[in-house]
Antibody, heavy 121, light 107 residues
Framework: EVQLVESGGGLVQPGGSLRLSCAAS????????IYWVRQAPGEGLEWVAN????????YYVDSVKGRFTISRDNAKNSVFLQMNSLRAEDTALYYC??????????????WGQGTLVTVSS | DIQMTQSPSTLSASVGDRVTITCRAS??????LAWYQQKPGKPPKFLIY???ILESGVPSRFSGSGSGTEFTLTISSLQPDDFATYYC?????????FGGGTKVEIK
């Protein structure tokens, strides 16, 4: 069974940092794109970042470029999102999702339950 | 960046109704479009990809169509389980974007 479990969320002050983790199981992790998608309270979905199988391709939404860094450890079946210089507008539920084995096709059918990030003083 | 605009933002319908949701792209995305369904407190559920291909296990009352800049998601006969929010998402460019969502409510 494919599983994605996010962790690392919490309450942080503006300007602070958090590192989100996504632990994957039930599939050959190193063969798939992985996505981070967020959802602010009561709002819609927003793609945040994604990474390909060997980390040679990493993409970010403009609003987080220079502040967030996506990475992965294929030996540990995990993907990470390092979030620095956090702002109130980064407050959201952050989902990890599995993409395809091929191209940058989007999140697809497997998502975690999300981890909540709250940026507030 | 490619912008995705969904309409309507809210839709009131009854069980058995035929429901159509529209998604427009700010530039041509061929058929690089997906649809998701989301219920409160749950992650999105993947419904359709390549604009019209139904994901395995998705009921056949769901269908997608369109290409270029205009796309539709149709539910042929709305069921109680279908009351939810629906999102389109383009993957034509490396920068992915979601539509703003359409909430399907009980009339």
């Amino acid at each position: 069974e494919v599983q994605l479990v996010e962790s690392g969320g919490g309450l942080v002050q503006p300007g602070g940092s958090l590192r989100l983790s996504c632990a994957a199981s039930g599939f050959t992790f190193s063969s798939y794109w992985i996505y981070w998608v967020r959802q602010a309270p009561g709002e819609g979905l927003e793609w945040v970042a994604n990474i390909n199988q060997d980390e040679s391709k990493k993409y970010y939404v403009d609003s987080v470029k220079g502040r967030f860094t996506i990475s992965r450890d294929n030996a540990k079946n995990s993907v990470f999102l390092q979030m620095n210089s956090l702002r109130a507008e980064d407050t959201a539920l952050y989902y990890c999702a599995r993409g395809s084995q091929g191209s940058n096709d989007g999140p697809g059918g497997y998502w975690g339950q999300g981890t909540l990030v709250t940026v507030s003083s | 960046d490619i912008q995705m605009t969904q309409s309507p933002s809210t839709l009131s319908a009854s069980v058995g109704d035929r429901v159509t949701i529209t998604c427009r792209a700010s530039q041509s995305i061929s058929t690089w479009l997906a649809w998701y369904q989301q219920k409160p407190g749950k992650p999105p559920k993947f419904l359709i990809y390549r604009a019209s291909i139904l994901e395995s296990g998705v009921p056949s009352r769901f269908s997608g169509s369109g290409s270029g800049t205009e796309f539709t998601l149709t539910i042929s006969s709305l069921q109680p389980d279908d009351f939810a929010t629906y999102y389109c998402q383009q993957y034509n460019s490396y920068s992915l974007t979601f539509g703003g969502g359409t909430k399907v409510e009980i009339k």
